[in-house]
């Protein structure tokens, strides 16, 4: 069973500009799920995907988005970046029956 | 914004003591996760409680919820060095997609 990876690791980007994250689920999920963790605190639910559409969204602005593709991989989508968007973006997948949801490794942002 | 509080924020104990961390949380729930972060990375599930059950064990972790108080607790036995990280409870709200997390607690297990 491979489990959720997210590239990359770690990404440094200036004010202004786009990013682009990728996550790939654990063998089988059909939910995804990204989170954004600023440094010590608890993740923030930015939104899901489910069999490629939006299935809930958090209290992100608009330049948050998404996509998720017929692997169930997915993107998250990031323009005109703010020095506060600095913070760690974590990947969940998950069945979304059952809710239980399993991390990649993340990918540390930093906006400069 | 975050669903509630971990208590205490920060905790140190030594190897082979229990580690006992309380969240409170605010809305109806579906069940409530238990999660283990290591120096900032990802994630790893420990244990999911569902709203309609009391108390759950798994290995040395021993959770309990109260619906009533809207409250949950996590009980690590017999500590070990390993079990170093930050803990997160996690809410899956009634009519929500995802997961509301808490704050989180701090533990410093010292060998």
């Known amino acids: 069973e491979t489990g959720v990876t997210q590239s990359p690791t770690h990404l440094i980007k200036t004010r202004g500009q786009q990013v682009t994250l990728r996550c790939s689920s654990q063998s089988g999920h059909n939910t995804v799920s990204w989170y954004q963790q600023a440094l010590g605190q608890g993740p923030q639910f930015i939104f899901q995907?489910?069999?490629?559409?939006?299935?809930g969204r958090g209290n992100f602005p608009p330049r948050f988005s998404g996509l998720q593709f017929p692997n169930y991989s997915s993107e998250l989508n990031v323009n005109a970046l703010e020095l506060d968007d600095s913070a760690l973006y974590l990947c969940a997948s998950s069945l979304l029956r059952d809710n239980e949801q399993f991390f990649g490794p993340g990918t540390r942002l930093t906006v400069l | 914004s975050q669903q509630g509080e971990e208590d205490p924020q920060a905790l140190s104990i030594q190897e082979g003591e229990n580690a006992t961390m309380n969240c409170s949380y605010k809305?109806?729930?579906?069940?409530l996760q238990w999660y283990r972060q290591n120096s900032g990375r990802g994630l790893v599930h420990l244990i999911l409680?569902?709203?309609?059950?009391r108390e759950k064990h798994s290995g040395r972790l021993r959770v309990t919820l109260d619906t009533s108080k809207k409250s949950s607790s996590l009980l690590i036995t017999a500590s070990r060095a390993a079990d170093t990280a930050s803990y997160f409870c996690a809410t899956a709200d009634t009519g929500r997609r995802a997961l509301t997390f808490g704050s989180g607690t701090r533990l410093q297990v010292q060998p």
């Open positions: 809305t109806s729930i579906n069940n």
């Open positions: 995907y489910y069999r490629e559409e939006e299935n």
């Open positions: 409680i569902r709203s309609n059950e």
